[in-house]
Each structure stands twice: as C-alpha cells, then as structure tokens.
C-alpha cells in the first residue's frame, strides 16, 4: 500500500535499538547554521553547532594534503561516510593521506572492562555481531565504498592499544577519550567525536589553532603521539566492510532468499517427541508450510495423499502452532493464566481416535466427529463444551475435514458446529480437501472458520467471483426463457405477421453473445476462485512421496499400482436380458418433471430438467452393476403392510410407486411365464413395466454372473491372501460375503464390516461393527493381524475412510460409485507408505453397457477435485461414452502418478518453483555453510522492468538473548515516479522477484555480481526504497482486517491507512496482541453473522456475498451504547499499555536483512 511518512527517515533508523541513539536522532536533518563571519589570521575560531558549525571546520582540516583524526568514539562507519563525502576521490590518494585513531566505544564499555579481550578484537565483533543493516543511517552504507581506499592504505587505521599506553605513560588507561582533528589545514580540538552526531548533531566545542602556530605545533604532537598509541586495524575494518553489503550475484542471492523462506527453525520438525517416530522430510515441509500459512493466515488446509501419515503431521502441528501462538501473542498485565491459550483442540473421526491418541503430544486434546452430531437436545450442552475447549486452545487441528461437511444451503450438523464456535487458529487435514463438495466446500469451510481473519482485498476478489457467478446465472435464465419462448412459438405453428424467424432468433443470439462476452465461463471462474484460496492451501502429492519396490524399516515410499479390469463377460443371451431390463427402466416416467438444481457458490448452478423417477432408475443399474442377487432382492423386498414410512424404501418398491403415479392408477394386462413351465397366464396389473423388470431379473441365465464374480474374488484371494472388497452398498457386500464363505475347500476368514448388522449362525462371516475394528485385523499393529491367515474383508467406502489397512495386498471395487471422495478413500486404504507390499493390486468388477447419469458426476467430482490441486484438470476429457468402474479408477490413478503443479497464489509453490531453478550444489552450500554471523546482508541486481527493492527478512526465533518470534519475509518497494508503494502479500512479492529474476537469466546477467561503479549508484538509491520500514509492514495478513476495524470502531469512523495513523508506531507484539483481543470481542457477532449467512441462503435460496469484516463489524455496532462503551474502554486501556511497551522499544527492520534485491528501470 502507498502512504505518506509521518516522520523523518534516519529517526527511524536507530543504532541496535539504544533509547540514547533514539534521542540523537531527533533533527537528524537539520542542517548547523553556517558560519556567519571569517576569522582574521590572529583570531581564535571555534565553533559549537549553533552559529557555527564544527562539520565546517573538520571538513576543511580533511581536505588537508594529509589528515590525522584521533576520536575516542567508534563509530567506524560514520566516520567512513564522512571521509567519501568530504574527499570521493580518496581512493586515488597516496597511502596514509587520512589516518584515524578510534578508542573505546562507549557503547561497549560494560563489556570491554574486565573482559581480558583486545579493544581491536572487541571492536570488530561489535560490528559482526550485530544482525542485518544495523545502521543508524543507511547513509553508512557508503562505507563500503572506502573500502579499496582502505586497502591501498590511502585511508590507514588504527585502535588504541591499552598495553601500548601502559609502556608510554607507566599506567593502564581504561580508555582513549581524545578528540583531534590535524592537517596542513587545521589543528582542531574539543569535545566532537568524529561521528555524524558529533560533527552535525549534538552542542559540541571544537576550536582551531591553526592562527596560533606555536599551540598547533604543540597540538599535532599530541595527536601523533596518541598515533603511536594505536595498533593497525586494517583487516578487521575490511571484513566488516565485506560483510556489511556483500556483492553477489543474483543466483546466489536467489539461493539465501530460498534459504531464509524455508529454514525458519521453529516450524522445523524433528524427533519423535509429537507422535512416537521421526516425520520424514514430506512430513517436515508439509508441517513447515502449514505452520508459516496459519501464521501468516490463522487458516491452513493441508492436502496429503492417503496413506502419507497425516496423523503424524497433525501431531506435529498441534506441537508447533500453540508454541508459535504463545510466542506471537503475548501475555499482557493482569491476565490470569486461565486466559491465556495453550495447547490444541484435535477433532477426530472415531475410526481413527486409537490412532491419534496413541503417542500423542501431552498438549493435544481430542474429541471426536461424533460428539459434534449427538442427539438436537443435547446441542446447546455439546456445543457449550466445545467452544471451552476452543477458546482454551491456542489452535485446532481437524482431521479428516471432508467429513465436515459444509455443502452450500445443505450442511451437515457437525459443520454447523464450526459455525457457531469462536475463532481460532486453525489447521485441516484432508487427502482429498472438501471431498465431493470441492471448491464449494472449501469456500465454506474457510468462511467457517477464517472469515474473520481475511483482508478485504481477498473478500472482494471472491465477491467478485460470486457476483460473476450470480450474473452467469441471470444471463442463462433469460437465455432458457427467450429459447422455451421461441421454441414454444414454432410448436404453435402460428406465424409471426410482423417477424420473420430470423427477427424473432434475433435476441437469442444478442443474449449468447452478450453471455460470450462477459468472462463468465465457468471453469474460468472456479480457476480465479481456487487461485484466491490457494494461499491458505499447501499440499503434496502422491508423485512427490514418490514409489519404490524396496520396502523395510527406514524405507517410506509408496508401492507400486497395478490395476486389473475384470468386466463381466456376458453371453449373448444375458447381454439381450440386461439390455432389455435397463430400456423398460428407462421408460418409467412419472410424468412430472423435475428442476434440480445444485447450487453452489463457487461455480455453475447446474440446472437439470428430468423425471421425478429419474434418481431410482440410477440407483438400479447401479445396483444392478454390483450384483444380481442383491437387485433381485431389493427388487423384491416390501416393507410389512403395519410399518410406518420411516426406514428405506426397496428400490423395486420406489419404482413400481413411479409407474403406478405414471399410469394414474389405471391397470394393464400383461403375460407371466411361470419358471415351472407351466401354461402362461395373463395378469391384470397397475405396473406392468415393473412386473416385466421382476420377471427378467429372475432369469437363470443371470445366475452365473454373480458366482463368476465370486470366482475372480476366490482367485485374488488365493493370490494376494488378504483382500478388501469395497462397494456403496452393505447388502451387495454381503452377497459375495456369503458365496466366498460357502464355497468348497480350506474356508478364509470373511470378514464384514457393518455397524448393527446381524448375520445368522454358521455363515462363517465374521462381522465387525466400524472400521477400528476392522484395523485389529489388517492393520501393522492390528491385535488379530496375521500373515498366515487368509483373508477378504468386505466393507463399505465410506466404512473405509481414514483407517490403515497395509496387510492386504489387493483391493476389489464392486460396481461404479459417483462419490469420488469415498473412493479416493477407499483406494488409500492399501497404498500407504508403511505398506509391507511392493506393489498393491487394484481390481474393478462391472457390467459393461450400463451407463448411469451419476457416472458424469464422478467425473465431474474428479474435475473439481483437479480444479482446486491443479493437477490434470486441463487434460480431462470433455465426454465419456461408456464410464466404466475402471474409467474411473485409473482417471483417479492418472492423476496421482502426475508431478505437483506450483500454484501462482502460493508462497510456498512459488518459492519451490524458484528453489528448482537454482543449481543444487549452490542449494547445498547454502544449507551446509552457516553464515559466521547475521552482520550486513547481501547485495544483487536484477534486471526489472521498474525500479524497485525486494528485500528478503531473515527470520529470528526465541533464545536465551531474546524473545522476538519473527517469521521470515518478503518485502517490495515500488517506486513510480516519487511515489512509493509497500507490497507486503506475499505472493506477489515473490511473483515479483521471480519475474524480475526471469529477466536477469534471460539478459544472461544472473552469475555476475554488481561492479564497483553498479554498487555505488545502488547505495544511492537504497536509502529513499527502505526508509521507514517498520513492524507494521510485516504485520501477517490475519491482522490486517481487525486492525482496521478496530480503528474504525476507536476513531468512530472510517479507519484511514488501514490503521497505520494510530497503529503504525507500535511493535509487532503490540498489533498481535491487539489483533487478538479485538477478535476475542468479534467473536460472538461473528457467529451470529455466519448464522445470518446460512439463514439467508437457506430461506431466501441465494448465493450470498463472502463474510467480509464489514459484515461482521455491522453486528457489532448493533449492540446497546453501554456494551459498546464497555468495549471502548477495554480497548483503549489495551491500547495505551501497547503504547507504552512500544514507546522505547526498536520497531525497526533493518536489522533483519539478509538480501537486498534491487532493480531499477532499464
């Protein structure tokens, strides 16, 4: 953002944070007034910084033939400054033209007594041992260009040497406090050190001699005198020259800034304190990552392949975030410790709870998915309970987040929980982000639970995708209305007496061009939706864990995929019956059509036109596609004549109520063949299309199908021994169940898992009741595992999902399903990293022919699923003809042997995307040397397109020293003309110093450091690009909105600057801490905000605007004066103790330089 300084440019530049420095800074600016008269030849001339001005005087004793400066004050770089503005040309000057004594820095007194260290060695880690551009002007960074005058001795240095002054004067003196200036021009003493401060800014006395040639004689012995008293300090003063602004090329530039963005010590795992075993290095990066965006965000999503561990990474969070929380938002007064967060709230599925709870971090509280859905009279209780355990916690960890489900208009109770619960920082874990519900879902679930920390630049870009979606939807209706318009008038057969056809088609085509030309294609506007979530996304795919056949401790990969076909092969005869049986299906008709819509937010509202028995058909084939048995029996299958209407409706029973609506009740003869062979009789019937479908399905020519599917299934399992089968439905599960246990030779163990499900004796099927019962048997560490034992265990998808399963060896899918997260689940069950098996066997059974209407909805779910990663989305087929269970099965498996695609809106993609184009060995050196110390910061130049600095942060973490808990960062200035413009998101600075870096290795300028001259006219511009920068520029994004609003809510106004006016002096724990307990008092009307949202949709059926903070703040306001004074005194008393704590304190960043990219307009 662009905005005006308040202050002057080198007071905001303070010497390592001193409260004295502080003061000396004041009028920095401000010239001494010149000297108002000439001394004659016998006068004294002195000079105190008010009329006249002791810089006058030194500067003409400098530009002697030879000078000789005794100070007893070391400041090093002023002094060098000084010298390149008094003579640029030094460099060109004999050896010895300027020599300079320096003494003792007073700044480091303290440490100097007593220390048994040399004042040289001491002076030299003064310097070193600072960090960053520890300047007090960056008008010192014209001290690296003494440094070749330094090194052909043109500029010759000395330290005072107390064992020196011991043998000269017979005593120890703790410190050389002299103040000499002497040349052929001038013989100069008093009381200015030879500094900035001295010579411009403080009340100082300097006299000259120069008119009294005996007293000068005098003078300029005891200067060299005190020469003589000095050791050489050539070597120390070069080294820290070279390490104040370090040249280098723009590669080697680019590799520290990859370095510092990804080495922040505090979100780098290890050990196996936080879940029992060490993460690996995907493990690591994911936890990084997700740990640097919910620092930067308060919200982060993590997508990880199934069977990556992402229990572990979880762990690892919930060890991570409160720790980042408890250093970033500080205690402040009189808090009590019950009002302070600590530790992590983990929302778990119940199949996986054993998992999670075992070996967890002491930290870590667990509660379950289920709890969040108990019984409506418990709600209030259940949710009251919750919302302690989030306002105690410092941050959230939710597993298996797809199981939340916040579908637009329709989510479910558990999600609604999230709803109604405070803010939080929050990480969620997924292998398959919001699962079926995609984009969509994840609008809502970060609207759930991040809306209060977004910035209203990304409310408005996804407003404005919303808006663009509304308005598709208004331009297609009034399109469907003009062509049922048209069409209905050709229907009529009556002609137009005024139009012709091409008149009355006219506004149709007007209406598809005005639609063409508004940017309102779908997938255009899912694609600039995810890009506006992808900051809060960090992900990894099965490709970057990568495969191996090697298995065995230490070795985490996952094993190889084979995937099997196995189509049923239908004879002549059965394919005629199937074929037959899907045609008189379709042709049920209840004769009222239906609109179905499914609304979404983030995308197309897809409007379909259909029959009301449109969803049974589907249901049918689909059962059909699974097994014949099981459609003959639910075919079959009435609920008892005394049964209320509660419970599932068969599918013969849905659709015979569908013809019979059809026909209005009217009946129909139609012919029964008896299987006996008996005679045909005619039957007099209210649903003949229905009763001609039951009498094909008991066809024996469709016996075989099943047992020769259970034949393929005996083989895999004398195969592969232990084997999952997997289907949408318990009661096609339990068909091939029953034909496996019954069938001749040594009985497997068959194991079904279904909860309530009651099976009668001696069926030799093992029933178990939820999926942590299932683990016992094929999980690693399963209670009941056994290698020697045959196995097939049958289970549903959704039974599936979340828990580890590694013995099996195969997985068997059982017809088609549509609910592509389930599926992705399922087949995760066996490829896992910690699997034992080199490769794992993937087999599909289907019914060729039986296309559904759902199998384009898999498809598309895949489509959504690739929209949000990335990956494959445009490689997609448009159609598919016949969408066989395995179409989808390798669709989805195509898509996992894909390389991760680096998103252009996230910091961590864009930063890897940098990282893969740099050297490795650079990389290497990067990691391996570790720098001697954090003084200066490193130099390149970069061929831009504009003048502009991007400046790379080092990051600084809590020791022993110091508490500071700062991230590393990126940080551009942009100038345009004499403005200039902060850019703090970012992604965009790193898209910036990508591009710019592009240019760089395009001009072929990428591995040449800038030349003596380049450095000069880059010093020169450095000062005007990086005045001022302060803790408010690096604010993380989650404040930006709260800070506003609270300014606004304290200046009873709109906020101007984003707050800076009233908040930009003060220190980064300041604004967290603000920040924090802003939200805090948000937080009941931000609930009732989201309640509002999801009323409005609900009742009024529209797509409603993204919950800004304006919002939010507009329930607020609505409170009684007295609750709103309550607040504003609370605030302001905050605020003024966040005044008081910043008063004294550096807010400054120089320090934290570690590169400085600069470009300037070519």
Known sequence: ???????????????????????????????????????????????????????????????????????????????????????????????????????????????????????SEEARDYFLETRGLSLRSLDELRAVLAYDAIASGAISLRIFDSDLARKRFGRTHAM???????????????????????????????????????????????????????????????????????????????????HEMTSYAPWRVGGDGASGRSPLPFQTDLVYEAAGTAYEHGFAFVEAPTGAGKTDIGKH???????????????????????????????????????????????????????????KGEEAEELDEINRGVRSSASM???????????????????????????IWTSCLSATLMGNQGLDGLLAFHERRASIYVPPEITARINDNLKRGRERAQELNALRTLKQNFEDRQQSGMEDMFLSEADLAQPIEEAEARLAGKRLDPREIQADMADALAPYVVRRQRHCVGESKKRGPGIYAYPEIESIRIDAELTSAQSVILDEIRRLAESISTGTTLVSADPKRAGQTEVRFHDKARIHIRNFLAILRSSITFAREDWERRRAADADARGRTSIGESLRRSERESRGGKTATITITPKSGELPLDKRTTTPICDRIGELLQSP??????????????????????????????????????????RKGPKPDVILVAANHKLGPGTGITVARNGAEAQEYLALDGKKASDDSRRAMFMTFQMAEGINLQRARALGIVGVTSDIKSMLQGLGRIDRIDSPHSKITYTTFDLPGLVLSSDKKGRDRIESIALLSGVGAADLTDEYLEFSAGDLTDLILEQHKKPRPLRRNNLYDLVEDMRRKL???????????????????????????????????????????????????????????????????????????????????????????????????????????????????????????????????????????????????????????????????????????????????????????????????????????????????????????????????????????????????A
Not at 327 to 352: F, K, M
Not at 996 to 1013: D, F, I, L, N, S
């Open 701 to 742: 020519e469709l016996d075989a199908i099943d047992e020769q599917r259970a034949e393929h299934m005996a083989e895999m399992l004398n195969q592969h021994r232990q084997v999952i089968f997997l289907s949408e439905r318990i009661g096609v599960l339990e068909v091939y169940a029953r034909l496996l246990s019954s």
């Open 397 to 423: 960890i939710v597993d298996e987040s797809h199981r939340l489900n916040s579908r637009y208009l329709a989510p479910s109770r558990r999600s609604l929980v999230f709803e109604q619960s405070p803010a």
């Open 919 to 1161: 050297p490795d060995d650079l990389l290497q050196s990067m990691e391996r040397i570790k720098p001697q110390s954090l003084w200066g910061a490193e130099l390149c130049l970069l061929a831009g397109k504009s003048p502009m600095t991007i400046i790379a942060l080092g990051g600084r973490s809590p020791s022993l020293v110091e508490m500071s808990y700062l991230p590393p960062r990126l940080l551009a200035v942009r100038e345009t003309g004499d403005r200039q413009e902060i850019i703090r998101d970012q992604p965009e600075v790193t898209r910036l110093l990508r591009e710019a870096y592009g240019e760089t290795v395009k001009a072929g300028k990428h591995q040449g450091r800038p030349t003596e001259a380049e450095l000069s006219s880059v010093i020169e511009g450095l000062q005007p690009a990086l005045e001022g920068l302060a803790h408010w520029d690096i604010r993380p994004e989650r404040t930006v909105s709260l800070l506003e609003s609270l300014d606004r809510f304290l200046a009873s106004g709109p906020s101007k600057n984003q707050g800076y006016n009233r908040f930009g002096h003060l220190t980064l724990p300041s604004l967290e801490k603000l920040a924090e307990a802003w939200a805090q008092e948000l937080d009941p009307y931000w609930i009732e905000a989201k309640k509002d949202v999801s009323q409005r949709s609900e009742k009024e059926r529209e797509i409603p605007d993204y919950l800004g903070i304006d919002a939010i703040y507009g329930f607020f306001e609505q409170q009684p004066s007295k609750t709103l004074s309550e607040v504003h005194a609370k605030m302001e008393e905050l605020l003024a103790a966040a005044e008081s704590a910043s008063q004294n304190a550096n807010t400054q960043i120089l320090d934290r330089i570690a590169v400085v990219f600069r470009s300037d307009k």
């Open 1 to 119: 953002m662009t905005r005006q300084r308040a202050d002057s440019f080198i007071s905001r530049f303070l010497f390592r944070g001193s409260k004295e420095r502080e003061r000396e800074a004041v009028g920095v600016d401000v010239e001494p007034a010149p000297l108002v008269k000439t001394a004659s030849d016998n006068e004294l001339v002195w000079a105190t910084n008010g009329e006249r001005s002791v810089r006058e005087l030194v500067e003409r004793t400098l530009n002697g033939s030879t000078a000789l400066v005794v100070t007893g004050y070391q400041d090093f770089l002023s002094a060098m400054s000084i010298i390149l503005r008094v003579r640029p040309s030094v460099v060109s000057d004999p050896p010895e033209t300027i020599r300079i004594i320096f003494g003792t820095n007073t700044e480091n007194q303290d440490r100097l007594e007593g220390s048994g260290r040399g004042l």
């Open 176 to 258: 050389l406090h002299a103040k000499l200036f002497i040349s052929d021009a001038g013989a100069l003493a008093g009381s200015a050190n030879f500094s900035v401060g001295g010579l411009r800014r403080n009340l100082e006395y300097a006299d000259d001699l120069q008119a009294f040639p005996d007293l000068a004689t005098k003078r300029r012995a005891v200067a060299e005198d005190f020469w003589s008293l000095g050791i050489d300090w050539t070597e120390q003063a070069l080294e820290i020259l070279r390490a104040l602004l370090r040249p280098v090329s723009a590669e080697e530039a680019l590799a520290r800034a990859v």
């Open 317 to 375: 969070l919930a060890t991570v975030l409160p720790t980042m929380h408890s250093s970033v938002v500080l205690r402040h007064g009189n808090e009590r410790p019950d009002q302070t967060r600590n530790g992590a709230l983990g929302i778990i599925p119940a199949s996986v709870f054993r998992n999670w709870d075992k070996s967890k971090p002491a930290n870590l509280n667990l509660i379950k998915h289920s709890h969040l859905s108990r019984s």
